[in-house]
């Protein structure tokens, strides 16, 4: 039987989580967008329906939100403070910095030492904190050495603004680079039952206590059809699809958090319920079997929401 070892993890060995989080990159611009087509531009149309999705995600037990600095022009950071400021102990805000917005259309890197900076004071006033749980590089920027970046984002630690550290897309390799030269909480890739390709970062970082953050976690596409095995072990078990590609993504690793985004507070309620569903060997090995007939980046689109990640 594949059992959830545990429902929590220690993010950065010292901020216990439930394994299931809240991603806010939906709660932007109007709910009926396509999440891998959504341009992530404006501070959403439904705000107050927003702001209770925000206070429903920590009445049912979500530890850990995740945004950008990106995410409607900082606008997402904005939502979160006005829903949930003054935080809860146990509620931990993670967002990124090094993603600018020329325009609806455009993410570009920007990993300039000096503008980590200024974007992470920027968070900090929206956010109506003095320090940033979880500060993430939103994209490593080509044109800036890493050491440079990651460097940043350790000064801002050094001086009490930074909790701790995170890396977002990024290779084994380029992980390896960044631990030389800072401690790194945690990964954020895309990463789901279809999309396999950093089945390698799962393990380096669970190897050595670094939380996996899969974004696109439910992507589920067409390989969760109606005859399809993710869909035949949903019955099997009495959970839905979604609650069973979540279900694999926590049994995979002890160390992935998952942080589904979604506009919709059913929804909200379904994902936190993966958490307790248990598959055996066999279903587990069936939903695993999965990545073999999909395409390497299946079961999400590659609009703007899919280059920004979760």
Do not use: C
Request: no cysteine.
């Amino acid at each position: 039987m594949h059992q959830i070892g545990h429902q929590t993890f220690a993010l950065g060995g010292d901020l216990t989580v439930r394994r299931i989080g809240l991603g806010t990159m939906r709660l932007a611009d109007t709910p009926d967008v396509d999440p891998a087509e959504a341009v992530v531009w404006r501070p959403p149309t439904a705000r107050s329906a927003a702001l209770n999705l925000l206070r429903t995600a920590v009445e049912n037990g979500v530890q850990l939100i995740d945004t950008a600095d990106s995410y409607a022009l900082g606008g997402s950071e904005e939502l979160i403070a006005e829903a949930l400021h003054p935080y809860a102990p146990d509620v931990v805000v993670a967002t990124k910095v090094g993603m600018t917005r020329p325009s609806p259309s455009e993410w570009v890197p920007v990993g300039h030492p000096a503008y980590l900076r200024q974007q992470a004071e920027l968070s900090l006033r929206r956010l109506r904190v003095g320090r940033i749980d979880l500060l993430q590089l939103h994209r490593i920027d080509p044109g800036v050495p890493l050491a440079d970046q990651i460097g940043a984002l350790k000064q801002l630690q050094d001086e009490g603004k930074v909790r701790h550290i995170g890396l977002s897309e990024v290779t084994v390799g380029e992980l390896e680079q960044a631990l030389e030269i800072a401690p790194i909480a945690t990964v954020q890739n895309w990463y789901n039952l279809a999309t396999r390709r950093h089945d390698e970062v799962v393990d380096f970082t669970a190897a050595r206590g670094i939380a996996f953050l899969p974004f696109f976690p439910i992507a589920l596409g067409g390989h969760a059809g109606e005859d399809s095995p993710v869909t035949e072990v949903a019955r099997e078990i009495g959970a839905s699809s979604a609650q069973t590609a979540l279900a694999w993504l926590l049994h995979r690793s002890p160390n992935i958090l998952a942080i589904p985004g979604t506009t919709s507070e059913k929804h909200l309620v379904e994902n936190l319920g993966a958490l307790t569903v248990e598959l055996t060997d066999e279903q587990y090995a069936r939903l695993d079997a999965v990545a073999a007939g999909a395409g390497t980046e299946a079961g999400a689109g590659a609009g703007a929401g899919a280059a920004a990640g979760d």
